[in-house]
């Protein structure tokens, strides 16, 4: 299974997760806290129905990268990551949630040099038998020894992973490989944009001081272009409050 960050979280976890249940709120926003960074982002929320709220903010930090957003069920945490968004989103609608309870959200920017990308067109198909029966002992996120070159900040922009290779190990497998230039990042991304895509977006996050992963494609991703991010987290946006309602579905 790829390990992805596109995904929106199951209704099964946002039950575990619950915890609050108060009167639904129709929006909800907060003001920035005293001493806020200037560069935080400003996120404000509002309740579409009982259950769907949809979320929207103003970027704070020029050249950002993205923004990181996460939600929880109390407001010191812990938090759950909804998805890494890239610098173009500005909207995002978590749907049907759990009735009556009290979510809090936050938007994290993250900056970071990103590598030269590399195009990669797949065969036509799929895996054939012998693909299956190879094994995938490539597709987990690795450190490869001779790969890493630590000593730059990942704030600086000569901090880019570099010499990112794409080996194809069958019509939906692809290798990825590159030397990790940095010593302080918060982690990396793998990022794509299809051939009819407009613009790179993230697909998978890693650990710092990886610089190896598979990757199982998508059908979109036939004919894509991949570059790999080094990150780092930055300034936290103020904290965002609402309780979502009854349920269409909830018995009378």
Known sequence: MRPTIRAAVPAALVLALAAACSAPSPAGHAARPPG?????????????????????????????????????????????????????????????????????????????????????????????????????????????????????????RRAAPSGLKAEIKHANGILFTWTDRTSDESGFLLEARPRSAPAFAPIVVLDPGVNSTGLITLPTEKHASYRIRAFVIGADSNVVRLTTGESTDDPE
Not at 63 to 88: I, N, S
Request: without cysteine; negative net charge.
């Open 36 to 156: 806020a960074h200037p560069d935080a982002p400003t996120l404000r929320a509002r309740l579409v129905t009982p259950t769907d709220i949809d979320l929207s903010w103003r970027a704070g930090v020029s050249g950002a990268a993205g923004h990181v957003l996460e939600f929880a069920t109390e407001e010191a945490g812990p938090y759950t990551v909804l998805e890494y968004l890239p610098p173009g989103t500005t909207t995002y609608r978590h749907p049907d949630l759990i009735p009556r309870t009290t979510f809090f959200y936050r938007l994290r920017a993250f900056q970071g040099p990103a590598s030269t990308p590399v195009d990669v067109s797949l065969p036509p198909g799929g895996p054939t038998k012998a693909d299956e029966e190879a094994g995938h002992d490539w597709l987990p996120p690795r450190t490869v020894p001779g790969r890493s070159v630590p000593g730059r900040s990942v704030r600086e």
